[in-house]
Nanobody, 122 residues
């Protein structure tokens, strides 16, 4: 079992930045690939970024490429999402997730946090 707790969401103006954190507890954090997903009202949950177990590989949705950066600190059992140049369309609930496979697929992630709201005003 892995427990995930996100933090760092909030309200920001367009063009601003936020850094989300996701703290993990339970089984060895480094056993899992990690991902950040988001879900806006009326839309499906989408993967915005994911990172391999060691942090050596990352991948991003086209909509956030060049603006978001995912990283992890296995010593601190934490994964981060640095979000820059935020746009109103980034408004969503953001979730972190842990799973055995480096993937953008929702069904590859077994453990999920409760989510944190990010709201970008225009």
């Amino acid at each position: 079992q892995v427990q995930l707790v996100e933090s760092g969401g909030g309200l920001v103006q367009a063009g601003g930045s936020l850094r989300l954190s996701c703290a993990a507890s339970g089984r060895a954090f480094s056993d899992y690939a990690m991902a950040w997903f988001r879900q806006a009202p009326g839309k499906e949950r989408e993967c915005v970024a994911y990172i391999s177990r060691t942090g050596g590989s990352t991948n991003y949705a086209d909509s956030v490429k060049g603006r978001f950066t995912v990283s992890r600190d296995n010593a601190k059992n934490t994964v981060y999402l640095q979000m820059d140049s935020l746009k109103p369309e980034d408004t969503a609930v953001y979730y972190c997730a842990a799973g055995p496979t480096y993937s953008a697929r929702t069904d590859r992630y077994y453990y999920w946090g409760q989510g944190t709201q990010v709201t970008v005003s225009s």
